[in-house]
């Protein structure tokens, strides 16, 4: 009778503080005590569930009373949340005094451990963990009576700026819905986060065209709304660059307005490991806004950052990602980052030169890619310019596809090797991206024409041979007239 009597007599204000508290699942703000005691005896023999609910913000205009709740049709559940439930056991609820310990109960995250006014009550060291699935649901089922800590863990791949705050729940729970209240044994809880806007990142700036040409990323993000008491400690965003490329500057707006590096906002670029380190070092760019700036951020401002980044080279698949992470508060991206669909493509293109009798390769070709035919044929502003080698190979590295995978090109010879003609036809080729590893187009010349020769041989001979027979016939016919003069002088 005086267990009865004595948890009676602190129910009320026990769920008050329950339901109240800053610190507990249930939605803050003031619950009047029941006005009927129809509560009766808890059951400390029953076994119990706590089913935690995550979703995002904002908070949903419900009472939170640890009975299951319909989600509003806005609602975002947040899967792959983990959760960690450990006993108080330097709680006993079979001792009437204990209960009304369980509203001042604090949590110390640095410490790892949980007092009351001040003095450490003993904390189970086993730690049991679920991740939210199946539209952000977690159970702990089969609890012994007692009370629980409840805290978030490793949230996953989503960009909470702040976890949500330790909370402590106690098997059985008293709830109460109107003006009654009653023992929940399966309690159900609904911690919310902030959550950090994904972004966008797209290619603002399609010009380059090789290896060497800068190409422009704009970032953006919408500033989020933080909760009750809460300012903003950090904003800005990290860009993981691929090894391929290399930082040059930043511009940065904040709600439109230009910002200042220094005075509003500082960059960091520091090496790091990531894609292909052949023949490069990848950078990490960190931009933050400085203190003073971060006092006049609002929330629902557009920061926006275009990042200005040179190719350096061609990675085997020919194909340059730019991933990056917003950063607010206690959200640092690390190396989970959002990586833009809109990557930059090379390729390269691969000629041989040769000797159109014999076939044999020949250097010291040169050779030009245009972008377009007409750009090719009047010989005016060319992409690149390649020399063929030993082997008569004449190589293009690092020409842009852009965002496709394939891009055509114009090709032209515009010297040939000495002693041979030049071949002026433009020619149509197809470049894909990645590396080139066959020959995609062959290029024939032809030998000049060399100084005429004097005549010898068979032809020499037949005209001494005629000149011959000429005089013969010039000498018969001198023969022909002298009998005939001989003829009448003699008559």
């Known amino acids: 009778m005086q267990l009865k009597k004595s948890i009676r007599a602190v129910l009320a204000a026990l769920i008050t503080a329950l339901l109240g508290a800053a610190g507990l699942v249930l939605a803050p703000g003031a619950h009047a005590a029941p006005q009927n005691d129809n509560l009766g005896n ?30 509003p049709d806005t609602a975002k559940a947040m899967d792959g949340v983990e959760f960690i439930l450990q006993k108080v056991s330097g709680i006993d609820l079979t001792n009437p005094d204990e209960w009304g310990k369980i509203s001042q109960l604090q949590y110390d995250e640095a410490a790892k451990k949980v007092t009351y006014n001040g003095q450490d009550v003993t904390l189970d060291a086993n730690e049991t963990k679920q991740v939210t699935a199946a539209g952000g649901t977690a159970t702990f089922g089969d609890l012994a009576a007692g009370v629980y800590l409840v805290r978030e863990g490793d949230t996953g791949t989503h960009k909470v700026i702040k976890k949500a705050q330790p909370f402590f729940v106690s098997i059985p729970f008293p709830s109460k819905e109107g003006q009654t209240a009653k023992w929940l044994y399966d309690v159900h809880a609904y911690p919310k986060n902030t959550v950090s806007d994904d972004g966008t990142k797209t290619l603002k700036d399609e010009s ?88 006049k951020v609002a929330a629902g401002q557009e920061f926006k950052v275009v990042l200005s980044t040179q190719i350096t080279g061609v990675p085997q698949n020919g194909e340059i990602p730019n991933s990056f992470g917003p950063i607010v508060n206690d959200y640092q991206p690390g ?12 390729g390269e293109l691969l000629v041989l030169k040769r000797d159109k009798d014999d076939q044999k ?30 082997d008569g190979q004449v190589r293009f590295v690092g020409l842009v596809l852009g ?14 090797p000495a002693g041979y003609v030049i071949n002026t036809e433009v020619k149509e080729v197809t470049v894909n991206k990645g590396k080139a590893t066959e020959v995609a187009l062959t290029i024939d010349n032809t030998k000049h024409d060399g100084p005429n020769l004097p005549l010898t041989g068979a032809a020499g001979q037949l005209m001494l041979t005629l000149g011959g027979l000429a005089l013969l016939g010039a000498a018969g016919g001198l023969t022909v007239a002298q009998v005939r003069r001989n003829r009448a002088v003699n008559a």
């Open 42 to 71: 808890p059951d400390l023999t029953r076994k119990g569930s706590i089913v935690v609910h995550k979703y995002e913000n904002p908070a949903w205009n419900q009472a939170n009373n640890g009975r299951p709740l319909t989600a």
């Open 403 to 416: 965002t496709e995978d394939s891009k055509k090109f114009y090709l032209k010879e515009t010297k040939a």
């Open 208 to 295: 380059a065209q090789k290896v060497g040409d800068n190409v422009d990323w704009e970032i953006k993000y919408a500033v989020p709304a933080l909760g009750v008491n809460e300012t903003y400690t950090n904003v800005g965003m990290e860009d993981q660059l691929d090894a391929h490329l290399k930082y040059k500057n930043a511009v940065v707006t904040l709600g439109g307005e230009a910002l200042t590096q220094d005075a509003d906002y500082t960059v960091t670029v520091e090496p790091a490991d990531k894609g292909e380190t052949d023949t490069a070092v990848s950078q990490k760019v960190t931009i933050k806004l400085t203190p003073a700036r971060l006092a």
């Open 361 to 390: 390769p020949l250097k010291d070709a040169e050779f030009a890619v245009f972008a377009t035919k007409e750009a090719a044929t009047a010989g005016t502003d060319p992409i690149a310019k390649a020399v063929s080698g030993e």
């Open 335 to 346: 190396v989970t980052t959002t990586t833009s669909d809109r990557k930059v493509k090379l």
